[in-house]
């Protein structure tokens, strides 16, 4: 499990939201820090078009942490997140998205698309390869 994302509620000069896609799913999940609480984050639903839409079928959030399934805040289609808990988000029985709540909120992908993958690979890549040119560059020949 990697960490594809992450996002900053206490750092007013850091990112304060994200939006991840899934492969073969039609939706994405974006979560979004509080203007006002820099220990809540709303996390919600987007169609293909990134306009909001309901809770999909099958989609469960769940505190890991205190062991409890969330449902929605009350009259609205967005789950509350908070600082120090992890909340996993299944669908369908699979797990598909997990927040880790520390001083940042880590986002993990379980199900990104190619397209994601490879960027992300392609920038591994390329760090490798610039960690290895200056080790070369570095390398004293006696």
């Given at each position: 499990m990697s960490i594809v994302s992450a996002?900053?509620?206490e750092d007013e000069n850091k990112k304060k939201e994200d939006i991840q896609?899934?492969?073969?799913?039609?939706?994405?999940?974006?979560?979004i820090g509080l203007q006002d609480y820099k220990d809540v984050?709303?996390?919600?639903?987007l169609d293909n078009n990134n306009n909001q839409m309901s809770i999909p079928p099958g989609i469960i959030c769940k505190d890991i942490t205190d062991g409890?399934?969330?449902g929605p805040f009350p009259d609205t289609q967005v789950f509350l997140v908070k600082f120090l808990h992890i909340y996993q988000i299944t669908y369908n029985n699979a797990k598909l998205y997990q927040i880790n709540c520390e001083k940042k909120i880590q986002i993990?992908?379980?199900?990104?698309?190619?397209?994601?993958?490879?960027?992300?690979?392609?920038k591994r890549e390329i760090k490798k390869e610039k960690e290895t040119k200056e080790l070369l560059d570095n390398l004293k020949i006696e």
């Open positions: 996002i900053y509620l896609e899934f492969e073969g799913l039609p939706f994405k999940i974006k979560i984050a709303r996390l919600l639903f409890i399934d969330c993990h992908n379980f199900k990104q698309t190619k397209e994601k993958i490879a960027e992300r690979n392609k």
